[in-house]
């Protein structure tokens, strides 16, 4: 499938008032200082045209000619490209849920709402098509990026023949601007060293604020404006990314109006909200509290989402819920305790998006304030994938846990439930409230073998363009067919070439052919579509829809090792025309439709670089990748160096290790942070005690934090002035993932503590965190023994820190099957409670 069909039909476009860009438009003299013109668009950037001018000897017998500014063609929207994260198709109010979405309902009663739109079930795969009309395999992104592998279809590296709509849109005169979640550089190019031709500024994109990674608290987030670290946060507590974000649109967007009114912007809109951690503000969460929308538990709530949907026609009358699952828990069958704090987490959720939505309301609000509205394409997606199940059976209070395999039972987290939210949490819910919040359909995120995993709610508005307002499209659509749909609406064309690399056809379709009215039951121009997901595939064709049965469960990221990626899977059928919800079974009755569309499905996989198939998860997080630190056992640091991730850090992670450091302390003695990765949610750090009133500063500490969970904490005598070496030594249990050890702290040269762990962490430190050498820059690994505020800058002089890895200890069959969850150590005694910015107890220490 590709662009052409849609541009080169012409008659919606014409019909609709755009402007196709295949001939250019020059307005003004040419040669002139004020003339303008649109480009073919079929190179970009286009070649510098020949001078138009005279040049003789001297300039006053000479006449100055100055090349026309690129504009896009005349009418060209604005674009307002919106989506939030990790909401199910139940989620929002808009589509059948029970959290109001009024942002939403105000796109879709101004334009369509679409029932059938789908995504890739996963994140970074989802961005990746949507920014650039092709599938995510197709663009290296066949997974998330933390467990990219090296092949074409699984590297997460977007091709430079693949261009994205930031780059395209730019080249014709476009200001480009990205805001929010950047799930598209790898991992292993975020540092500071870059390169950063896949940072949003290397996709095309004039302007980026927001995060790197796959999730980021809302409060301490690790947060770029274009491709420096800000810390906007630190010594502002009531500070929230969610608000922060739209703040900054609003500002971009208004002095880019007022600098250049004519200039059309392009906004890519994607807030963290709705993935974990869920971190609404507490007068978000008392508002949605007091609404008391889960009391009855998920059962009840997907019966109401269901009975919603029929009513607003999202659903037909004919469709069937599906069954709840076997594999969770029905709500009536837990106790009290459960279901206290199984409410709280689903509150706080629902605030989040509650909230995530109004933010994006003003966003919007700010395009009419501009007077902009009329002129403004908006396409707004509820979510890159199906809801979340990631925060295991129970839910969490830490959503690394979760990715360290470690289950935190329901008592243990009563310790954080009086705080859930606030930046003293890292939370999910219970992997329950995922299933229903992707009502009616079966299965959640990570799974694109079933509507669960892949359906999402969109709303598409265009006033005076789109004119079956409060309209509902039900033609099958993916992510892929974005990028097709804003180059019709804008008149530009793919480009052949982008900077002199021909490129490969855009495979999604434009949507446009929906907006008319005597369209609205016209059959889908997406006839094919593949899905697949870490191991897990489906095929769409023409209303039949065939697809594996997990053989995982979501809410088990690191269950025991899956069976065989081919042979280990049935294959189910569904007749979606018929049966839109994906109820009934039909593989048994019709299997020679089933093998017709396995064929098809391995074409297409092979079309697009989908093999080789991987049903692995957590193994493959610490796969080898091209870092700066690979092969690396030595490294070296001096001063201060903040903000480097893990993927150009020393990882300490299932090996032995020794961290020296060389320290000058000044006359009164210092304190403050020598070196650390990780914090409040997992991680260590050395330093110099800050003590209390002068007490127990200056004192070599080295804190090893598991997960919030437990903290093992070594520390010495207060240093004098002067030179003096400090030297943790770790030495592994391994191997095997996760294996604790014993450390020792020695001050030059003697032994002062020595300590044993029973478990390290065995897959990642908190993603959202960052090595830091001289100081701590968002939240810290102590709590409240001690406990310091960040940046917790070190007042002496680090002359030298030197890590020495040893090599990791692997045992491949027993890491497989310690990845399994395991319990959770009983947290810490709370040994004093403090409070936190909503005078709650943290209990933390």
């Known amino acids: ?209 927001g995060f790197v990674g796959g999730d980021a608290s809302q409060w301490q987030p690790n947060l770029f404006r274009n491709t420096t670290a800000i810390y906007p946060f630190q010594g502002n507590p009531d500070w929230n990314l969610t608000t922060a974000m739209a703040d900054d649109a609003i500002r971009h967007m208004k002095e880019l109006k007022a600098i250049a009114p004519d200039k059309p912007f392009f906004v890519y809109y994607v807030p963290g909200g709705t993935h974990a951690p869920h971190h609404p503000t507490p007068e978000w969460i008392n508002k949605i509290s007091d609404m008391h929308l889960f009391d009855e538990g998920w059962n009840k709530v997907r019966e109401t989402i269901f009975a919603n949907q029929k009513r607003l026609g999202i659903m037909p009358n004919y469709a069937k819920l599906t069954p709840w699952p076997k594999e969770l828990p029905e709500w009536d069958s837990l106790d009290l305790l459960e279901k206290k704090l199984f409410i709280k987490q689903a509150d706080v959720y629902g605030a989040y998006l509650a909230y995530t939505d109004h933010e994006i309301g003003r966003v919007i609000q700010a395009v009419e304030d501009l007077g902009q509205l009329d002129n403004t394409l908006i396409i707004y997606i509820s979510g890159d994938n199906g809801a979340s199940a990631e925060g295991m059976l129970n839910g969490t209070p830490n959503e690394f846990t979760t990715f360290n395999g470690v289950a935190v039972p329901v008592k243990a987290q009563y310790l954080w439930y009086p705080f859930w939210g606030s930046d003293k949490t890292f939370p999910h819910f219970a992997a329950p409230w995922a299933w229903a919040m992707s009502t009616p359909f079966k299965w959640v995120k990570q799974v694109p073998s079933h509507f669960g995993g892949t359906a999402q709610g969109m709303a598409i508005s265009w006033p005076g363009h789109i004119r079956d307002v409060g309209g509902i499209r039900r033609q099958f659509h993916h992510v892929i067919d974005i990028v097709p749909t804003i180059l019709e609406a804008t008149g530009i064309p793919q480009p052949e070439t982008i900077n002199g690399i021909r490129q490969n056809p855009i495979e999604g379709v434009s949507m446009m052919y929906t907006w008319d009215k005597a369209n609205a039951n016209a059959p889908t121009q997406h006839t094919t579509q593949y899905f697949e997901m870490l191991g897990n595939r489906a095929i769409y064709s023409d209303g039949w829809v065939a697809a594996t049965t997990p053989v995982t469960l979501p809410w088990e990221l690191s269950s025991a090792p899956p069976p065989d990626v081919i042979t280990g899977y049935k294959w189910e059928l569904y007749n979606v025309k018929e049966d839109p919800t994906q109820f009934e079974d039909l593989a048994a009755k019709t299997p020679d439709k089933v093998k017709e569309l396995q064929a098809l499905f391995d074409s297409e996989a092979k079309k697009y670089s989908v093999f080789p198939l991987d049903n692995s998860t957590l193994a493959r997080w610490n796969t080898p990748r091209p870092s700066l630190t690979a092969g690396r056992t030595v490294f070296t640091y001096s001063g201060e160096l903040t903000g480097v991730p893990a993927s150009a850090a020393p990882s300490i992670l299932n090996k032995s290790y020794t961290i020296t450091a060389e320290v000058e302390i000044p006359r009164g003695g210092a304190e403050g942070m020598i070196v650390t990765e990780g914090g409040r949610f997992g991680g260590y750090g050395l330093f110099l005690s800050k003590g209390v009133a002068g007490i127990r500063s200056g004192k070599p500490v080295f804190i090893y934090n598991l997960l919030n969970l437990k903290r093992t904490i070594w520390s010495g005598p207060e240093l004098g002035a002067g030179k003096h070496t400090i030297a943790f030594d770790f030495k592994s249990d391994g191997p095997g993932l996760g294996k604790g050890g014993t450390g020792v702290l020695v001050v030059d040269g003697k032994e002062v503590a020595r300590k044993s762990m029973e478990h390290t962490l065995p897959i990642t430190f908190p993603e959202d965190e960052t090595f830091d050498v001289g100081l701590d820059t968002r939240t810290g690994v102590a709590m409240l023994e001690y406990r310091y505020d960040p940046p917790f800058n070190f007042t002496g002089k680090i002359d030298k820190l030197t890590f020495k890895l040893e090599p990791e200890l692997k045992d491949p069959a027993q890491a497989k099957a310690e990845l399994g969850p395991t319990p959770a150590p009983e947290p810490d005694p709370i040994e004093e409670l403090k409070p936190n910015r909503t005078g709650a107890n943290t209990g933390e220490r």
């Not at 000479?62 to 690129?70: K, N």
């Not at 029932?115 to 290296?140: E, K, Q, Y």
């Not at 929010?180 to 994109?205: C, I, L, R, V």
């Open 1 to 209: 499938m590709t662009i052409g069909r849609s541009l080169l039909a012409g008659a919606s476009l014409l019909a609709l008032g755009c402007v196709s860009a295949w001939a250019q438009e020059v307005t003004g003299v040419p040669g002139s200082a004020g003339a303008t013109t649109t480009i073919t668009g079929k190179q970009i950037p286009p070649p510098d045209p020949t001078f138009g001018g005279v040049i003789k000897e001297k300039a006053s017998e000479s006449t100055a000619w100055w090349a026309p500014r690129v504009v896009p063609p005349k009418g060209a929207p604005n674009v307002l490209l919106i989506m939030t994260d990790d909401a199910g198709f139940g989620a929002p109010g808009t589509f059948g849920g029970v959290v109001p979405t009024p942002v939403l309902d105000r796109i879709a009663n101004n334009g369509l709402r679409y029932t059938n739109f789908h995504s890739t079930a996963l994140c970074s795969p989802t961005r990746a098509a949507i920014i650039t009309g092709r599938n995510h395999h197709s663009v290296g992104f066949g997974v998330v990026g933390e467990i990219a592998t090296g092949f074409p279809g699984y590297d997460s590296i977007i091709p430079i023949e693949k261009g994205t709509i930031g780059t395209i849109l730019k080249a014709n005169g476009y200001a480009t601007s990205w805001f929010g979640k950047d799930h598209n550089t790898p991992s292993y190019q975020s540092s500071q060293a870059g390169p950063f031709e896949q940072w949003p500024n290397g996709m095309g994109f004039d302007y980026f604020y």
